[in-house]
């Protein structure tokens, strides 16, 4: 499967010559949609708050309630989780290439697809085609998904103790479910053909204590203030006013959001993976010119899927097995 992607930046771009390609934080798109020189990128991802709040027992039009967003900061699991966006080449593609600015550069994978969930598994990422309905409602959260499958192999290593990966394997699969699942309209259709890689920096867990990296971040709020520091999960951390009159620069993240009524931003922040061990080939390819070379190059061969062996389908007999221990792999929620 040939995957595209546009970037600006050529610097950026030419990290794939290494193998390294960047995934942006969720966060920080949520609480404020990006708009770029490509003409889909601001779509709000209105489900996937639907699913977060609903881990936190709130409705969803309160993300910037500042109780509720207090919450999140300093969850464990979302300021650490990661997504990037491909375009699956295709016949429609060019037409897809028309809706970026001209000083975007592209760059190209080969994907090795698992056989059977037909997805990528890496370390600590995996990648899913989107599924492009009316209403999310049209697909039944019962039963395991492609992508939530390629979640927990991406996670199984992590744990020596299985059972510890069961709550993360909740979370991931609760949230990756609206982020695989694109609601389409008159403007945001599946001419984007899209393919995402959700990544994550998993929390150590040992039982019922979790650890996790704390996450440098720049909060800047309505008033203008801007206040920097590390959000340390579970902590009300203490953030640096920018502001140098105050007599006290420091205040903690509840206060700074209580301040602020709860609008604010927040710095972006990425997370490199590697993509070699996923990929046949990866590439730079240059401007949005050869970028439309490339693509008539490939619909003029024949290109053939490769897959590998990431998973195993087995079956079982419950009474083969008795001493199992079976937990839900993720959360119904109410969209």
């Excluded at 910037?64 to 375009?87: M, N, Q």
């Amino acid at each position: 499967m040939i995957l595209l992607r546009g970037i600006k930046g050529e610097p950026y771009a030419r990290r794939i010559e290494n193998g390294i390609v960047d995934c942006r934080d969720i966060l920080s798109a949520l609480l404020q949609p990006p708009v770029t020189g490509y003409e889909y990128s601001d779509y709000y991802e209105k489900n996937l708050v639907k699913a977060i709040t609903y881990f936190l027992g709130r409705e969803a039009e309160s993300i910037h309630d500042p109780g509720v967003l207090y919450s999140i900061l300093v969850d464990f699991y979302i300021p650490h989780i990661y997504l990037t966006y491909f375009h699956v080449l295709n016949s429609q593609s060019k037409e897809w290439l028309r809706k970026f600015d001209d000083d975007y550069v592209f760059i190209a994978l080969n994907v090795k697809l698992d056989r059977i969930t037909k997805t990528i598994i890496g370390r600590d990422f995996f990648g899913s085609k989107m599924a492009y309905v009316d209403s999310i409602n049209e697909i039944p959260q019962d039963g395991s998904k492609e992508f939530q499958i390629a979640c927990m192999v991406s996670l199984e290593d992590k744990f020596e103790n299985k059972t510890d990966m069961s709550i993360p394997l909740q979370i991931y699969n609760t949230l990756s479910f609206p982020l695989f699942c694109r609601e389409q309209d008159g403007y945001y259709t599946d001419i984007e053909n899209e393919f995402r890689i959700f990544a994550y920096n998993c929390p150590m867990i040992r039982g019922i204590q979790r650890k996790q990296k704390d996450r440098d971040i720049i909060i800047t709020g309505s008033s203008g203030a801007k206040y920097e520091g590390k959000l340390v999960a579970g902590e009300n951390a203490f953030l640096r006013s920018d502001m140098r009159v105050l007599k006290n620069p420091n205040k903690s993240l509840r206060e700074i959001l209580e301040d602020e009524n709860g609008n604010i931003v927040i710095d972006s922040k990425f997370k490199s993976i590697d993509i070699r061990d996923i990929s046949e080939d990866y590439r730079y390819i240059g401007g949005k010119k050869e970028c439309a070379e490339y693509i008539n190059r490939i619909l003029n061969t024949n290109q053939k899927e490769v897959y590998v062996d990431k998973t195993v389908r087995r079956e079982y007999k419950l009474s083969e097995i008795p001493d199992a221990i079976f937990a839900p792999g993720f959360q119904r929620v109410k969209y």
